[in-house]
């Protein structure tokens, strides 16, 4: 079991993951109708595309990294998906699960199962990996003329990141 300060940081960077996992919601819950099928490159996948691929690429590290975490494998990794309540309860059940693993391997001294020397690197990858699909959505919807307003998205998106937390108990 890790000491206070350890578990500090494992709190804060389970949180990051969380935080993370909120903006992306937010994300595809903001995007205008139709934006689903925008591109950032005429040979890059859609929108819906990357977000269905960020799930599956949590859940295909999870099944490999940390099996006793595994979930079912999405049938397709670069789904055609415009149920955006079905791509967000993806998200949220690979998120919560990839917390989970990390949580767990992290309390436990484990190591991953193939990759990764420490189950932060794991975190830390998939929180870099969904960023570079972030900006790639947010370039798909400037090219297309339907760029998010920074005031309207900020609140959803880096305000997350940069707002403190209420302590527990004082709200």
């Keep these: 079991m890790p000491n206070t300060a350890d578990a500090g940081v494992l709190d804060a960077l389970l949180d990051s993951w969380d935080r993370n996992n909120t903006i992306l919601v937010n994300l595809l819950r903001a995007l205008p109708d139709g934006a689903l099928d925008l591109r950032a490159a005429d040979d890059s996948p859609s929108v819906a595309r990357l977000f269905t691929h960020m799930h599956f690429v949590r859940v295909v590290f999870l099944n490999e990294d940390a099996p006793e975490f595994a979930r079912s494998l999405p049938e397709d ?95």
């Design 77 to 171: 990794e670069w789904r055609e998906e415009h149920d955006r309540d079905r791509i967000a309860a993806w998200l949220d059940e690979s998120a919560a699960a990839v917390r989970d693993a990390v949580r767990s391997k992290v309390e436990a001294g484990g190591a991953m199962a193939v990759r990764y020397d420490h189950p932060i690197l794991f975190l830390q990858h998939m929180i870099w990996h969904e960023g570079y699909h972030h900006g790639q959505i947010k370039i798909a919807l400037k090219r297309s003329g339907q760029p998010l307003d920074d005031e309207e998205i900020g609140p959803v998106t880096w305000d997350v990141w940069m707002n403190k937390r209420e302590p527990a108990g004082s709200r």
